[in-house]
């Protein structure tokens, strides 16, 4: 794809701005990268969770019942990685543990709410729009 260039928009309404593919690095490409990680199983429905207050990890466990001990632990820890959540733990016997989202999940999470609502809203569309398709597509 040598000297491909792609007009994208920009964020400010009818402006567009162009990239050249060639000069892209897509083995380190920020989008891809930080939407690998929110974009897991988990990962969203928990920002979702932590945008409300703070919780424990035995409350965010009883929440979500489909997820694994496991999973949730590992899921916590890679939002932490990334800085979208706090991890505190109490001095109590035995210690408690709470998550809350940080002032860069809260950044993430604004624009990502966003896309929450448009899923929601566009759901059943999008399912009768894969019907539709599987339906034709032989």
């Known amino acids: 794809m040598s ?4 007009s994208l928009k920009n964020r400010m309404p009818g402006a567009r701005r162009e990239i050249d593919l060639a000069g892209l690095d897509f083995g380190n490409c920020p989008v891809r990268d930080m939407m690998q990680q929110i974009g897991g199983k988990w990962s969203t429905l928990l920002l ?4 409300d207050r703070p919780y424990r990890f035995g409350e965010l466990r009883r ?3 489909d ?5 949730l632990t590992q899921t916590l820890r890679d939002l932490q ?3 979208y959540i706090d991890r505190e733990v109490f001095p109590t016997k035995p210690p408690s543990v709470e998550y809350s989202m940080t002032e ?3 950044s993430l999470y604004q624009p990502l709410s966003q896309l929450l609502n448009w899923a929601e809203a566009n759901h059943d569309a999008v399912r009768a729009a894969r019907s539709h398709f599987d339906s034709t597509d032989k």
Do not use: C, F, H, N
Not at 48 to 51: D, G, M, Q, R, T
Not at 67 to 71: A, D, E, K, L, N
């Open 3 to 6: 000297g491909a260039v792609v």
């Open 48 to 51: 979702e969770v932590l945008a």
């Open 63 to 65: 929440m979500i019942p």
């Open 67 to 71: 997820i694994s001990q496991r999973m």
């Open 81 to 83: 990685r990334d800085g």
């Open 104 to 106: 860069l999940g809260r």
